[in-house]
């Protein structure tokens, strides 16, 4: 096995300095030349650290926690945790995934991940809503995602609702659509607020008077149909914002009822970029995508510049659909989401 004494010998330097550089600690110590140089002797030679030993020295064990309710077993929302992963591979770390179900298997998760010597966590929600943190996380590097603490103090990272709501709106107003209605859902979570506020913000800006006629707030299967096709009949829209691309099915039904057809006599705008829905209804859905795996790579970034109480300055941040806000972003970092084009919106 390549020890550090060897890729000091062949560099020329102090294995001290070999040690400051392997583990990312040579930022201002080091001049860059000689970090570059050892880092690619240690490449030549095939180093690989020993992560016991460094745990050891360093009291970290190089490894995050990930618990969340429902996010592992909901597939399109996925792209969290590989957005997790892949940062926190890139940085040095390996994350651990828990699903817990409930207050009781959730605590025991946590203290068993504590045991391990999890250096920091991550606490994922689903559909971004105000989340009490667990009493076992109060001590520890923590990040929330898709959610934010009712204080509003703890680290977190979201989808920026409110240009959800305001962009779908201005693109449908960008269309000609005279008429916009609004599909929203039934319970007043934040993202339910954020993009109805989006939305009567839009409206504004363009000179149109909010109309309460043009609203419905459902919930799923057939009350929900027919709500949306009795504001068909009572309003006559022919531009439908959807909370997310689920509601927009139930605007499909209808013009397909009422012998309208989409991305022609109306048009209809959903949120998720969800593949069931915004890829085989016909046409296809324009959507705004949730950015999930921005959430999660920043998250994880964000966690392990709070382990190492660094900023991460010299880290490049991968391409991605949507922006990815500064680490030192105010609470809750809120990310644009990006607005998918595709058929449902008439040109």
Not at 61 to 84: C, K, R
Not at 182 to 188: I, N, Q, R
Not at 194 to 220: K, P, Q, S, W
Not at 246 to 269: F, N, P, Q, T
Request: with cysteine.
């Amino acid at each position: 096995m390549v020890t550090m004494k060897e890729i000091a010998k062949r560099a020329g330097v102090s294995v001290s300095t070999v040690s400051l550089v392997l583990n990312n600690r040579d930022e201002g110590r080091v001049r860059g030349n000689v970090a570059n140089q050892v880092r690619t002797i240690a490449s030549q030679l095939g180093y690989q650290s020993n992560p016991l030993a460094s745990s050891l020295r360093t009291g970290r064990t190089h490894m995050l926690g990930f618990i969340s309710e429902d996010v592992a077993t909901t597939p399109y929302a996925g792209g969290i945790i590989l957005g997790a992963q892949t940062a926190a591979r890139e940085l040095g770390y390996m994350m651990i995934v828990v699903s817990t179900d409930g207050a009781q298997n959730e605590a025991e998760e946590i203290a068993a991940l504590k045991r391990y010597g999890t250096d920091g966590f991550l606490y994922a929600k689903m559909s971004n809503r105000i989340t009490d943190v667990p009493k076992a996380l109060k001590d520890m590097p923590l990040v929330l995602v898709d959610a934010t603490d009712e204080a509003g103090v703890v680290p977190s990272v979201e989808p920026d609702e409110f240009h959800i709501g305001y962009d779908a709106t201005t693109r449908l107003i960008a269309s000609g659509c005279e008429r916009i209605a609004y599909v929203g859902a039934e319970d007043p979570i934040i993202a339910e607020q954020g993009r109805l506020d989006g939305y009567r913000a839009a409206l504004a800006e363009a000179g149109r008077d909010f109309d309460e006629h043009l609203i419905v707030h459902v919930g799923n299967n057939e009350p929900a149909l027919e709500a949306v096709n009795a504001l068909f009949d009572s309003a006559q829209p022919d531009g439908f914002f959807c909370f997310n691309d689920a509601r927009a099915w139930y605007v499909y039904e209808c013009a397909a009822r009422h012998g309208l057809k989409i991305g022609h006599d109306i048009s209809v705008v959903g949120v998720d970029n969800h593949r069931v829905f915004a890829d085989t209804l016909v046409p296809q859905l324009t959507t705004v995508e949730l950015p999930h795996f921005e959430m999660g790579y920043w998250a994880a970034s964000k966690l392990v510049s709070l382990i190492e109480e660094s900023p991460l300055a010299d880290m490049e941040w991968p391409s991605t659909t949507a922006p990815l806000p500064p680490l030192n972003a105010p609470v809750p970092a809120k990310i644009h989401c990006a607005l998918i084009e595709k058929e449902s919106v008439r040109s």
